[in-house]
């Protein structure tokens, strides 16, 4: 999809296996979604649910058409600093991985927990390159480098 760039399959094998059967059962948030790719593999590995939250228009169609038939994912087009209003859930799990050039997990991160859209010991996955954020109150539990991509998994 033109105007994204999804995590290529290394990157994202590896995210999955260091997350491991931290997916089962668990109800995912895939902010910033764009393809929805994320969010996908964590229904596949046995997410119960996952909400798909993207504000381009063509990322929402992109997945629509990815999540076709799958009963377990729904669909918020919604700017990321606005989905409190717009929803009642906490989550579990979620994927922040927004464009690279605007340093947003930094604010993302500190929006989940003034709005309380995370569930006690949260799992976080953040994608990014050349952001610097400070992941307090979070506990680092891992941290990848793959390139100039780095990953990093923080738990609440």
Sequence with gaps: ME?????????????????????????????????????????????????FVDESDLAIKTIQENTKGIKNASILKSDAFKIHQKIKTTFDLVFLDPPYHLSLIGPTLEYLIQHQLLKKNAIIVCEYEDEIFSVEPFQLLKERKYGKKTIKIIKK
């Excluded at 290529?8 to 790719?37: H, P, W």
């Excluded at 964590?42 to 119960?48: D, R």
């Design 3 to 51: 105007g994204t760039r999804p995590t290529m399959d290394r990157v994202k094998e590896s995210l999955f296996a260091m997350i491991g059967q931290d997916i089962r059962n668990k109800t995912c948030l895939d902010l910033y979604a764009g393809s929805g790719a994320l969010g996908l593999e964590a229904l596949s590995n046995g997410a119960q649910t996952c909400l």
